[in-house]
Nanobody
Framework: QVQLVESGGGLVQAGGSLRLSCAASGRTFSTYAMGWFRQAPGKEREFVAAISESGSTTYYADSVKGRFTISRDNAKNTVYLQMNSLKPEDAAVYYC????????????????WGQGTQVTVSS
């Protein structure tokens, strides 16, 4: 069992930055690939970024590539999403997710899911 708790969301102006954190419980954090998804009102949940168990491999949605960076600290059981050059279209609830395989996260599958953190971007 893995419990995920996101934090770091908030209101930011377009062009600004935010760093989201996701703290995981349990001793097996380093055995899970981790990812971030987002869902805006009236839209489907979409993949944002994912990182392998060791942190050596990362994937990004085209819409955030070059602006967002996913990272993890296995000693702290935490995964991060650094978001720079934010745009109004980045506004959404951001969810942290875990799966035993990175490929599954890229396909939108997850085994564990956090409660989400709201990101609002003003124009």
């Amino acid at each position: 069992q893995v419990q995920l708790v996101e934090s770091g969301g908030g209101l930011v102006q377009a062009g600004g930055s935010l760093r989201l954190s996701c703290a995981a419980s349990g001793r097996t954090f380093s055995t899970y690939a981790m990812g971030w998804f987002r869902q805006a009102p009236g839209k489907e949940r979409e993949f944002v970024a994912a990182i392998s168990e060791s942190g050596s491999t990362t994937y990004y949605a085209d819409s955030v590539k070059g602006r967002f960076t996913i990272s993890r600290d296995n000693a702290k059981n935490t995964v991060y999403l650094q978001m720079n050059s934010l745009k109004p279209e980045d506004a959404a609830v951001y969810y942290c997710a875990a799966h035993t395989t990175l490929r599954a996260l890229r396909l939108g599958r997850y085994e564990y899911w956090g409660q989400g953190t709201q990101v609002t971007v003003s124009s």
